[in-house]
T-cell receptor, first 109, second 113 residues
């Protein structure tokens, strides 16, 4: 089946710093999503981005489907950005959404 | 809010007992999913459904069964719970049409003693 790899696995930032999270996938996909799991365990939808670039406030994402990767940019990080960021893909012709192992982010005040 | 409710939200049970987790949705989505989340493993797909009485296995289906007799409800059953099934269980729906986005419920924390 399709493999999803995220990097880095852990990231510590000083408040105000910028960061880039990466998601690589092993096969063509129908869609790709980024989620944020907050410290209370809630999974929050950030982006649906099978290709192209989207921005939402301080966050933006880019997916290059032909090269099988996606990037999540966090600018001017805040302590509330802490948590785990997951990339998830739906493979072409399939019903299953597969998740990467996540990037754990801690933003220090 | 995608109208997804999971119950119970917390449960402690003993090894060998049956457990059923319920996922209820209010928006008639066709696709529903059960995932488990464990430290170091991210979210892993247990079973999914693509319609009433239409279900299929995911990556980690051993020891679990599911049923979907109504569009709005997707049940996950552990016939005989084991300590390895201690986990947080998430239900999700996938929207159809142009986006096919996955939305999650709040999660159910299960502890098997």
């Amino acid at each position: 089946g399709i493999q999803v790899e995220q990097s880095p696995p852990d990231l510590i930032l000083q408040e105000g710093a910028n960061s880039t999270l990466r998601c690589n996938f092993s096969d063509s996909v129908n869609n790709l999503q980024w989620f944020h799991q907050n410290p209370w365990g809630q999974l929050i939808n950030l982006f649906y981005i099978p290709s192209g670039t989207k921005q939402n406030g301080r966050l933006s994402a880019t997916t290059v489907a032909t090269e099988r990767y996606s990037l999540l940019y966090i600018s001017s990080s805040q302590t509330t950005d802490s948590g785990v960021y997951f990339c998830a893909v739906l493979n072409t012709g399939g019903f299953k959404t597969i998740f990467g192992a996540g990037t754990r982010l801690f933003v220090k005040a | 809010d995608a109208g997804i409710t999971q119950s119970p939200r917390h449960k402690v049970t003993e090894t060998g007992t049956p457990v059923t987790l319920r996922c209820h949705q209010t928006e008639n989505h066709r696709y529903m999913y059960w995932y488990r989340q464990d430290p170091g493993h991210g979210l892993r797909l247990i079973h999914y459904s693509y319609g009433v009485k239409d279900t299929d296995k995911g990556e980690v289906s051993d020891g679990y069964s599911v049923s979907r007799s109504k569009t709005e409800d997707f049940l996950l059953t552990l016939e005989s719970a084991t300590s390895s099934q201690t986990s947080v269980y998430f239900c999700a729906i996938r929207t159809e049409g142009g986006t096919g986005e996955l939305f999650f419920g709040e999660g159910s924390r299960l502890t098997v003693l």
